[in-house]
C-alpha cells in the first residue's frame, strides 16, 4: 500500500502569492517523521521542513510551514510568499521509527512552477 | 555549514561494466543512506549503514554492494551494469544520537549506462 500520497502532480502560483501543496500519508507506526524535501531541475535534494508525529504545534522554517493534522494524516506544505526560485519538484518524505523501515519513503511529487 | 559529498558527480559507463560510487557524510554524521531516483520517479531507498555495519536493505539489486568504513565514508558498488541502472544516485546522512530525525542528501551522482 501506498504510505505517502501527493495527489497534484503539478502546480502554478503567481509570485508573492501562497501556495499549499497536499500530502497524505499512513502507517500504523505512532512515532513517525514527516519531510518535505526541494529538488530543483539541477537534481539535488534540499531538506525543507521536519515534522514528528508527537509535535503538537506546526513546523515553520521561515517561508515554509507544515500543515500537521494526524487525524486525517495529512501534511501539507504551505509556502508563503512564493518567489521565481521555489519553482522545483517537491516531495513529501515519511519515515517510520518504531515499525517499517527507518528509511525515508517518499511520494510522487509535485512540480511547483511560479509565474511572474 | 558542511554537507554530504558525493563523487563522481557524473559517470558515464558500458552495459556489463562496474561502477563504484563513493559518499562522505556530514562530520559527526554515523548513519548513511543510499537511494536510486530514476528518471521522472521518486528516490527508492536501497541500503544504509549505521556505525559501519549494514542497517537495513531496500530494494537493492544482488549486483550491487555497498559499505561503510572506519573514517564512516561509504562506497556503493555497482557490477554488470544494464540500461535500467541509469539514474540519480543519492547518498544521505543523519547524525543518529542528535534530536533532529533529518537525513541530509549529498548532490547526486548522475550515471549513464549506454
Known amino acids: 500500500a501506498q504510505k505517502i500520497t501527493q495527489t497534484q502532480p503539478g502546480m502554478f502560483v503567481q509570485e508573492k502569492e501562497a501556495v499549499t501543496l497536499d500530502c497524505t500519508y499512513d502507517t500504523s507506526d505512532q512515532s513517525y517523521g514527516l519531510f518535505w524535501y526541494k529538488q530543483p531541475s539541477s537534481g539535488e535534494m534540499i531538506f525543507l521542513i521536519y515534522q514528528g508525529s508527537y509535535d503538537e504545534q506546526n513546523a515553520t522554517e521561515g517561508r515554509y510551514s507544515l500543515n500537521f493534522q494526524k487525524a486525517r494524516k495529512s501534511a501539507n506544505l504551505v509556502i508563503s510568499a512564493s518567489q521565481l526560485g521555489d519553482s522545483a519538484m517537491y516531495f513529501c518524505a515519511m519515515r517510520e521509527l518504531h515499525t517499517g523501515r527507518r528509511a525515508l519513503t517518499f511520494g510522487s511529487g509535485t512540480r511547483l512552477q511560479v509565474q511572474p | 555549514a558542511a554537507g554530504v559529498i558525493q563523487s563522481p558527480r557524473h559517470l558515464i559507463k558500458e552495459k556489463r561494466e562496474t561502477a563504484t560510487l563513493k559518499c562522505y557524510p556530514i562530520p559527526r554524521h554515523d548513519t548513511v543512506y543510499w537511494y536510486q531516483q530514476g528518471p521522472g520517479q521518486d528516490p527508492q531507498f536501497l541500503i544504509s549503514?549505521?556505525?559501519?555495519?549494514?542497517?537495513d536493505k531496500g530494494s537493492i539489486p544482488d549486483r550491487f554492494s555497498a559499505q561503510q568504513f572506519s573514517d564512516y565514508h561509504s562506497e556503493l558498488n555497482m557490477s554488470s551494469l544494464e540500461l535500467g541502472d541509469s539514474a540519480l544516485y543519492f547518498c544521505?546522512?543523519?547524525?543518529?544520537?542528535?534530536?533532529?530525525?533529518?537525513?541530509?542528501f549529498g548532490p547526486g551522482t548522475r550515471l549513464t549506462v549506454l
Open positions: 549503514f549505521y556505525e559501519k555495519m549494514q542497517s
Open positions: 544521505a546522512s543523519r547524525e543518529t544520537s542528535g534530536s533532529a530525525d533529518t537525513q541530509y
